[in-house]
């Protein structure tokens, strides 16, 4: 299985971890991930305004470049998977941007939302699937609490993201259950964290990492999983509760055994 | 040559004010054949219809043409009033210049030419008209209700008293639908059971009335007056005829972990059951997906215990055939899957549960035998917050709601509220609003008097966020007249879900051929002047089916409907619809593509023996109409692939007549 | 007081339409921050319905609301009120010299584990 791979910067400097831990795992699973040439910042947040292009060019080459490839495109931080998989709608749906990017771009056909983006999960989900995943596992988590943490990004706006039930997903439960591990249930697994609050109002992060944190504590949380390393630095820096919280690769290259190789 | 008259009117200002009805009047006038042409304000008056009537005789008119409002609105009444004075009904054409012109233009000039338009199409349709006569069908005094709720048993009660024989056909174990899982019913807090039972009883005892539980519709053939219904009685695997309804099955069953969904999966049953104490008719059902002896083969304890040999494993599914004049759709509704909307938390949470289940568990024969106790710990609930409009109410583009509202959860939630604190004092109860509707007979004073006289908090806002935490509901939402976000800690949480019509509704109207809405309602004959009946012949709507209604509107409707019934069966005969089709068999292939699309299943074929050219005889099989059963839809005239299918009244000639005269 | 003009770029910034609102405040109670803005998402839809904008420009909940979609995801008229406080924003920070973030503040901010994903992200919300 070969698939595009936009990794995105935050994967390359303080979340290299979330990355690494992602192509051991994709290679022991027999998944080619191959990095898009020259890609570039997707810009962290999906750019909402109906009247300008510009913030959303740097997701369209990188699809662009995936449609050139002809592979879907895999994505593993929630941020980057929010802003292509939402640029990308945009680009299906609405003629108006789809133009104006085609004129701006000088594209010689206009780009249309072809590339079928994919965050590494649903990889794991529909690619792989669940059942084979158990069978590659050679360390089972048994007996681990874990905690999935979904955040806002991989969920919503739930009908563009199309990810799981916005309200009640369950993809990383099934994940973690496939990993030996027990999942814990929570309500406050699809609520904000803070995200990049943290940068100018430190104690709105503290506040909302906190509260996600002791809800997943008070359902017997031994360890919490992210795929957003915003989501990472706000419920170890932010929250107070001390949870251990780790990138849903760490956990996937543990149980597939190749964590130490990676 | 036809000698026709031209009458325009005017409707007040309806059509007068953007049409020039004189010029109208006076271009029709030249058209050949027309002898006579006026306008006048009402047409459909006495005096309008009277100037049709003298017209007639004195210019002695063979056709007639009306420029008014649709066809539907007052085509019978220009027919009878030709018909009075010896004219053929169907010799009179409607041109409908109401709603498909004066009231979709605003320019005098192009709407005046439009109907002129249409005017002259409708000369050049009476110039190929033929007097027609209705034939006559005998009618079934026979009423089918499908759906045992109390829609359907109050219909049936009310047909069965005018001394006409009804069937039930309900597809549970028992009559008496979502009213027998109610506790108490606003406004007047009567028991729900108290009210419902005895009727149930009734219908049970009613010699006209013959009750075929467990049962669903599998076919329905036939017409008004002359349905052919193929009724599946499903295997209970026990004689009904032997059951005396004892109970000793039930107890001894082993296995007794069946999801109760008289209890809506808050207790359980046991595989062999008996849905509730006051069922009709009170006989055990076996439930093979659970029952061990279906299952393995082993077992057959109940058997061994029934006094009267009433257990049958080997039971099949029987069908009956009915005949029937009348049909009455009675199929009830259910709350929505509020998963979905898991922002509230039910999915996580057993002490969230929707208003049917707290209404199980309010009631005396309900999980908790009427005490209040929340699922998850079967402790007393001391905050308990209502959550109105969950999934009723939502824009179009919101695909897990529904864009309509409910009209019963403001009333039973105030309901529940007040019995909740005149039960428990010392019960918090917060009810959360957008608005509060009450139309009703004493229904905002009801309302009013949850607020003042129990003390439960109306909060204008909404439940954005339900987060099960340490035993608690941490309850997060908005006051929007105090302008902030309320968190309060609540024991329980009781979402008032949308109600949608029942999922078995939606095959049943493609059997009946009765039409719906986008929501899976029925659609009414006219929402206003017609709205028990369906718009297809001989089938009529009773209850939720229908659209959302509390008890008393349903009960009415019933009634209603039961009164349209009656004066259906009271006729000996029906005069049918001349305008039928039929078949040129010199022309006729064939080929079967009419029979394939007849909705009515009015086509059949034969063989017959045709005279040839050279004195010879040949036998080809051709197509022949039941016009007692031929509803006129047309459909066979457009599938014919050699033009011998025909529609008196609408016949491809005249059609195209009319298409002409309009493109000329 | 009515800012016509105005009104009429926040609605085709956002692409929003606010008469679609039934005034449930479920966009309010289900705001994680809340507590945070002193104008509430209900009141961006209702202030912005009524052309009443000059208050929300002027308003610090501009730089609190988290983006988060919750608003979004849970109107039952899919109105996205995320939508408009965004454009009210950019209606902000298009404005000559009005950016809220300046590149200079920033080493104050930064510890060592704080991902780029975060400076980015603010510098996209705060800044033209």
Redesign the interface.
């Known amino acids: 299985m070969v698939y595009s791979y936009y990794p995105?910067?935050?994967l390359k400097?303080?979340?290299k971890d979330l990355d690494r831990y992602a192509r051991a795992s994709a290679a022991a699973l027999g998944i080619e991930l191959q990095e898009l040439p020259d890609w570039q910042?997707c810009?962290?947040?999906y750019?909402?305004?109906?009247?300008e292009i510009a913030?959303k060019l740097s997701s369209v080459r990188a699809l662009l470049s995936a449609k050139e490839q002809g592979n879907d495109l895999v994505t593993m931080?929630s941020?980057c998977h929010n802003v292509l998989k939402q640029v990308n709608h945009d680009m299906a749906t609405d003629e108006n941007i789809v133009t104006k990017v085609a004129n701006y771009m000088k594209l010689d056909e206009p780009y249309r939302g072809e590339t079928k983006v994919i965050h590494f999960l649903e990889l794991l989900r529909d690619g792989v699937g669940f059942d084979e995943l158990k069978k590659h596992v050679v360390k089972p988590l048994k007996g681990v609490k874990i905690a999935p943490y979904y955040g806002?990004l991989l969920?919503?706006?739930?009908k563009v993201m199309a990810f799981d039930?916005?309200?009640?997903p369950a993809i990383m439960e099934n994940f973690i259950k496939a990993l030996g591990a027990e999942p814990v249930?929570?309500?406050?697994r699809n609520?904000?964290c803070?995200?990049?609050?943290?940068?100018?109002?430190k104690a709105?992060a503290e506040k909302?990492a906190t509260a996600v944190m002791?809800?997943a504590a008070?359902?017997g949380a031994q360890m919490m999983i992210t795929a957003?390393?915003?989501c990472?630095?706000n419920l170890?820096?932010n929250a107070q509760g001390g949870v251990p919280v780790k990138y849903f690769t760490e956990v996937l290259a543990e149980a597939l055994g190749v964590k130490e190789e990676a | 040559m036809q000698r026709i008259g031209v009458f325009v009117c005017w409707c007040g200002s309806n059509i007068a004010g953007t049409v020039d009805v004189k010029q109208v009047a006076e271009m029709l006038k030249r058209e050949p054949g027309v002898v006579f042409s006026t306008d006048y304000q009402y047409m459909c008056s006495e005096s309008g219809q009277n100037l049709i009537k003298d017209a007639i005789k004195e210019h002695g008119l063979t056709g007639v043409v009306v420029c008014s409002c649709s066809p539907r609105m007052h085509e019978n009444t220009f027919r009878k009033a030709a018909a009075s004075v010896g004219l053929n009904p169907y010799m009179v054409e409607i041109a409908n210049v109401r709603e498909q012109c004066s009231w979709i233009h605003k320019d005098m000039p192009v709407a005046t030419a439009k109907a002129v338009i249409l005017g002259r199409a409708a000369i050049a349709k009476v110039h190929l008209n033929a007097p027609l006569t209705a034939g006559e069908s005998p009618v079934t005094k026979r009423a089918l209700v499908i759906g045992g709720g109390i829609a359907g048993i109050q219909t049936a009660l009310d047909i069965a008293e005018a001394g006409f024989p009804v069937d039930i056909v309900e597809k549970s174990p028992t009559i008496g639908g979502k009213m027998a899982q109610l506790d108490k019913t606003f406004p007047t807090l009567d028991c729900a059971a108290c009210i419902l039972t005895p009727k149930m009883v009734e219908a049970s005892q009613q010699e006209n009335i013959n009750i075929y539980a467990y049962s669903e519709v599998d076919e329905v053939k036939g017409f008004v007056g002359n349905f052919s219904v193929k009724i599946r009685r499903k295997a209970r695997f026990i004689k009904e005829d032997l059951c005396t309804g004892c109970g000793l099955c039930t107890e001894k069953c082993p296995m007794k972990k069946v999801p109760n969904e008289f209890n809506l999966g808050m207790d359980n049953r046991s595989a062999v059951y008996i849905p509730f104490a006051q069922a009709v008719p009170k006989v055990a059902t076996i439930d093979a997906n659970y029952c061990i002896k279906k299952k393995t083969g082993k077992c057959g304890l109940c058997s061994t215990v029934c006094g009267v040999g009433a257990i049958d494993y080997d039971q099949k599914d029987e069908i009956l055939e009915e005949k029937y004049g009348a049909i009455v759709v009675a199929t009830g509704f259910n709350p929505i899957s509020v998963e979905k909307f898991d922002e509230f938390a039910y999915a996580q949470s057993p002490d969230v549960v929707t208003s049917l289940e707290y209404e199980r568990l309010m009631n005396a024969a309900g999980p908790t035998n009427g005490t209040l106790l929340r699922p998850s710990d079967k402790q007393h609930p001391h905050t308990i917050v209502f959550v109105q409009c969950v999934g009723s109410r939502c824009d179009a583009k919101n695909e897990k709601g529904k864009q309509y509202c409910s009209k019963v959860c403001c009333m039973y939630t105030a309901k529940h509220a007040m019995l909740t604190r005149e039960k428990y004092p010392d019960t918090d109860v917060y009810v959360f609003y957008i608005d509060v509707r009450t139309p009703g007979k004493n229904f905002d004073e009801f309302y009013r008097r949850a607020v003042e006289d129990y003390g439960v908090h109306y909060v204008k806002g909404m439940v954005g966020k339900v987060v099960p935490e340490n035993g608690k509901l941490k309850v997060q939402a908005s006051d929007l007249i105090a302008n902030e976000q309320l968190h309060i800690d609540a024991d329980m949480v009781v979402l008032a879900a949308a109600v949608e019509p029942d999922k078995s509704a939606r095959p049943l109207a493609t059997m009946l051929t009765a039409s719906m809405d986008t929501n899976d309602f029925f659609t009414e004959a006219h929402p206003k002047l017609r709205p028990v009946e369906s718009p297809t012949a001989g089938v009529f709507l009773s209850g939720m089916c229908q659209g959302p209604k509390d008890i008393p509107d349903t009960v009415s409707q019933a009634s209603a409907c039961a009164a349209k019934v009656i004066g259906l069966l009271a006729k000996d005969k029906l005069t049918g619809n001349p305008c039928v089709a039929h078949s040129n068999e010199l022309l006729c292939n064939g080929c079967s593509s009419c029979e394939k699309v007849c909705p009515y299943g009015a086509i059949t074929y034969s063989d017959k023996e045709f005279r040839m050219p050279d004195r010879t005889t040949a036998v080809r099989r051709v197509a022949e109409v039941n016009p007692a059963v031929c509803q006129g839809c047309g459909a066979c005239t457009v599938a014919c692939p050699s033009g011998a299918m025909d529609l008196y009244g609408f016949s491809n000639q005249q059609i195209m007549a009319e298409v002409d005269a309009i493109c000329k | 007081m009515e800012n016509t003009n105005l009104k009429e770029r926040i609605l085709e910034i956002s692409g929003v339409n606010p008469r679609k609102c039934m005034k449930c405040g479920k966009c309010s109670g289900t705001c994680p921050n809340y507590d945070e803005m002193e104008y509430h998402p209900h009141q961006f839809v209702s202030m912005v319905e009524k052309g009443d904008i000059e208050p929300l420009m002027k308003a610090e909940s501009l730089w609190t609301c988290l983006s988060c979609f919750a608003c979004v995801e849970r109107c039952p008229r899919s109105v996205e009120p995320a939508k408009l406080i965004e454009a009210v924003r950019l209606a902000v920070i298009r404005q000559q010299g009005a950016n809220h973030l300046k590149p200079q503040d920033i080493p104050d901010k930064l510890d060592e584990d704080l991902p780029q994903q975060a400076i980015v992200s603010a510098f996209r919300k705060y800044t033209k």
Do not use: F, Q, W
């Open positions: 995105g910067c935050t400097t303080k979340a910042c810009g962290g947040v750019p909402m305004a109906k009247d913030t931080c941020a806002c969920l919503r706006p739930g039930d916005p309200e009640n249930v929570y309500a406050m609520e904000c803070g995200g990049y609050a943290t940068l100018e109002k709105i909302k002791d809800n008070a359902n957003c390393p915003l990472l630095y170890t820096k």
